[in-house]
């Protein structure tokens, strides 16, 4: 299954810390995708990094990839309350019709 | 516009009953997508249509029937569903099934199902 595993599941910080996720997948992938879910909700792309690509940035986020190891990592900084929500990674191979095989997700809370 | 909507926000039903989910997006999208989601779970891929055909059935019960009557509209129509379909039903859509700019999906805010 290409499926992605996060880690850690559940990370609790304080407003103003670094929050770090990440992700590992089985198998070769065209490109690993991030999403936010807010409770209940619906989810929100929040960045693409592609198989050729090794870091991307965008406002506070940053991911890494490495495909020699099969993970990738969410870095949010200066975290804020509203960044309270679930994170899934999700790996696409190059074939399967665009599925996206999402991890079970972190949970992570930001006390104000 | 970058919006999918999704109808109802909620919804309680029978066993008995039959009724629909309606998805719906207007950023000319030709692939769209159901989801569903159990409490503290991933989003389970469930169907895929691409330019208003049936794509991918990920051996979904026959008690959810999609359909894609056009480009813009998506529903799922229920019938004799169980009280463990209960579930946040999501919808997304892309801009097609293949090319760099289908890979990301815009998902609805979902319909939170509750069947008794």
């Known amino acids: 299954s290409q499926q992605g595993e996060e880690d850690p599941q559940a990370l609790s910080i304080q407003e103003g810390e670094n929050a770090t996720m990440n992700c590992s997948y089985k198998?070769?992938?065209?490109?690993l995708q991030w999403y936010r879910q807010n409770s209940g909700r619906g989810l929100v792309h929040l960045i693409l990094?592609?198989?050729?690509?090794r870091e991307k940035h965008s406002g506070r986020l940053r991911v890494t990839l490495d495909t020699s190891k099969k993970s990738s990592s969410l870095l949010i900084t200066a975290s804020r309350a509203a960044d309270t929500a679930s994170y899934f990674c999700?790996?696409?191979?190059?074939?399967?019709?665009?599925?996206?095989?999402f991890g079970k997700g972190n949970q992570v809370v930001v006390i104000p | 516009d970058t919006e999918v909507t999704q109808t109802p926000k909620h919804l309680v039903m029978g066993m008995t009953n039959k009724k629909s989910l309606k998805c719906e997006q207007h950023?000319?999208?030709?692939?769209m997508y159901w989801y569903k989601q159990k409490a503290k779970k991933p989003p389970e891929l469930m169907f895929v249509?691409?330019?208003?055909?049936?794509?991918i059935n990920e051996s979904v019960p026959s008690r959810f029937s999609p359909e894609c009557p056009n480009s813009s509209l998506l529903n799922l129509h229920l019938h004799a569903l169980q009280p463990e379909d209960s579930a946040l039903y999501l919808c997304?859509?892309?801009?097609?099934?293949?090319?760099?700019?289908?890979?990301?999906?815009?998902f609805g805010p979902g319909t939170r199902l509750t069947v008794l």
């Open positions: 997304a859509s892309s801009q097609g099934l293949a090319g760099v700019f289908s890979d990301t999906q815009y």
């Open positions: 950023m000319g999208h030709r692939a």
């Open positions: 999700a790996p696409k191979s190059y074939y399967g019709n665009n599925r996206l095989a």
């Open positions: 249509y691409s330019y208003e055909k049936l794509s």
């Open positions: 990094i592609r198989s050729n690509e």
């Open positions: 198998t070769s992938i065209n490109n």
